[in-house]
């Protein structure tokens, strides 16, 4: 059970507007320690390593190829398959293998995420694989199975308008905090918790969010202004580990 502690008076100068204090002693606005890295899967066309804290997405990109089953073709563009996956050793208690409802759900919102990034007009009656597995998960799977892809689309080279970053935000009783855990997530005291994981270009269009739990309009807006500022930090990580990439091809 998370231990938290709603103090009775102000924990420090950085949280100074807020009584409450993280099990981890992470600031309200602070992400885990989180890194990025491209060719991880050197057999796909283009792969990415994404981690937050002990949450750990690796994504393969497969494509852009002739769409099979053919039906399934669109000549006006081209489209992007999904899927996520969390393998049966990412949490203490074994996961059963194979797809569930969670899984199929996460996979479209993912794609959804993805797609307004990428130039798939480019590709008619085309498709693009994205394989993505959760390998160590401690929340924000999702936001870590994104970030990934999308590194891992840019990295397979498919033109694309901008790379997507995303975290998740959470409302902890009524304090609003960024990048949680899964302690977190499970937190139950007051207003309990409120998960709301959000995804964006670095031009700050929003392309995904999802909100479970309670949440007033303006806590609302506070929450997409914070999921901005952390995905400027993302996009700076995800930038750096396609950089490094190339630093590395050119010393070859
Ligand atoms: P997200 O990982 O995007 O936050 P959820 O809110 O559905 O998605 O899940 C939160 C966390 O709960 C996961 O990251 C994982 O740590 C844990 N979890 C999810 N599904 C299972 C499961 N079937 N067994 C054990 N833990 C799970």
New binding site residues.
């Given amino acids: 059970m998370a231990e938290f502690k709603v103090k009775s008076k102000i924990v420090s100068e950085t949280n100074s507007k807020n009584l409450f204090q993280r099990p981890d002693g992470r600031g309200i606005k602070e992400m885990r320690e989180t890194e990025a890295k491209v060719g991880v899967v050197p057999a796909a066309d283009g792969s990415a390593m994404f981690r937050t804290g002990k ?1 750990i997405a690796i994504a393969a990109v497969y494509g852009p190829k002739k769409m099979h089953p053919q039906h399934k073709q669109d000549p006006a563009t081209g489209q992007i398959r999904c899927e996520y996956n ?1 393998i049966s050793f ?4 074994r ?1 059963r293998p194979g797809r569930n409802r ?1 899984a199929m759900e ?1 996979s479209e919102i993912t794609k959804w995420a993805l797609e307004p990034s990428v130039m798939l007009d480019k590709y008619p009656s085309q498709v693009i694989d994205v394989h993505i597995n ?1 390998i160590q ?7 870590a199975g994104i970030n990934a892809a999308s590194l891992a689309l840019a990295h397979a080279g498919v033109p694309m308008k901008d790379l997507v970053s995303s975290v ?1 935000v959470g409302k902890l009783d009524k304090t609003l905090v960024v990048d ?1 855990t ?1 302690e977190e ?1 499970d937190f139950e005291e007051g207003e309990g918790p409120t ?1 709301i ?1 959000i995804s964006m270009t670095s031009s700050g269009k929003v392309t995904h969010m999802q909100l ?1 739990g309670k949440i007033g309009v303006k806590q609302l807006q506070e929450s997409v202004d914070l999921a901005k500022e952390s995905c400027e930090e993302i996009y700076e990580i995800q930038k750096k580990a396609l950089k490094d990439a190339v630093d590395m091809e050119a010393k070859k």
């Avoid at 990412?90 to 208690?93: A, L």
């Fill in positions: 949450t969390m990412s949490v203490d208690e996961i969670r996460i959760i998960a401690d929340a924000g799977t999702r936001c998740s949680l899964k997530e998960d994981p479970d």
